[in-house]
């Protein structure tokens, strides 16, 4: 399958603490996307990793990337209420058909 | 406009009934793809679009989907003979580059499709 795996399903948390979501792919990547979807709304990209780079920041975003394990964690620092979404990993091969897993929701309480 | 912009943002219709879903794409961008939703689930592919021509229509369910894109702009899905198991939100997105390398899916916000 070309779709990632992420885990878990749902996660709750307060605001303020730190959100951590994981993906697992199957085979070889050119790089991996990680994307937010607020409820009833489309798909927002947040932010790449290419297959060669180990970590990556944008702001409270830290993304990492293990090749050996077939594996990326998406870390959210200091939570606020209006991160509550569905967050989607979406590992690219060499073909440009970009498949989606079920995500993780994310419900911050303030 | 600047984004994706997908119309209509609601079409509800009955079983059997023909339909048709229209995605304008970030002007430039050269590939263009469709997705369906579920509620709860992630979104499933269903075909993608480099320039006018289908490069991977390997998603869709069933010769009753068919889309395209004549002028490698904007794109429309087609829907013949709707059932019931057709409603879903129609996700469109676009990319400048190949995802393949470094490029990122723009998407729109869906057209919600009922079918009673």
């Known amino acids: 399958s070309q779709q990632g795996e992420e885990d878990p399903q749902a996660l709750s948390i307060q605001e303020g603490e730190n959100a951590t979501m994981n993906c697992s792919y199957k085979?070889?990547?050119?790089?991996l996307q990680w994307y937010r979807q607020n409820s009833g709304r489309g798909l927002v990209h947040l932010i790449l990793?290419?297959?060669?780079?180990r970590e990556k920041h944008s702001g409270r975003l830290r993304v990492t990337l293990d090749t050996s394990k077939k594996s990326s964690s998406l870390l959210i620092t200091a939570s606020r209420a209006a991160d509550t979404a569905s967050y989607f990993c979406?590992?690219?091969?060499?073909?440009?058909?970009?498949?989606f897993g079920t995500g993780t929701r994310l419900q911050v309480f303030p | 406009g600047a984004g994706v912009s997908q119309t209509p943002s609601n079409k509800v219709t009955e079983k059997g009934k023909y339909v048709e879903l229209r995605c304008d794409p970030i002007?430039?961008?050269?590939?263009l793809y469709w997705y369906r939703q579920s509620l709860g689930q992630g979104p499933e592919f269903l075909i993608y679009?480099?320039?006018?021509?289908?490069?991977?229509d390997s998603g869709l369910p069933n010769d009753r989907f068919f889309a395209v894109r004549p002028e490698g702009s904007v794109s429309t899905l087609k829907i013949q003979r709707t059932e019931r198991g057709d409603s879903a939100v129609y996700l469109c997105?676009?990319?400048?580059?190949?995802?393949?390398?470094?490029?990122?899916?723009?998407f729109g916000e869906g057209s919600r499709l009922t079918v009673l």
């Open positions: 997105a676009s990319s400048l580059t190949r995802t393949a390398n470094t490029g990122e899916l723009f």
């Open positions: 085979t070889s990547i050119n790089n």
């Open positions: 990793i290419r297959s060669n780079e």
């Open positions: 979406a590992p690219s091969y060499n073909t440009d058909k970009l498949i």
């Open positions: 002007s430039g961008h050269t590939a």
């Open positions: 679009f480099q320039g006018t021509g289908a490069a991977d």
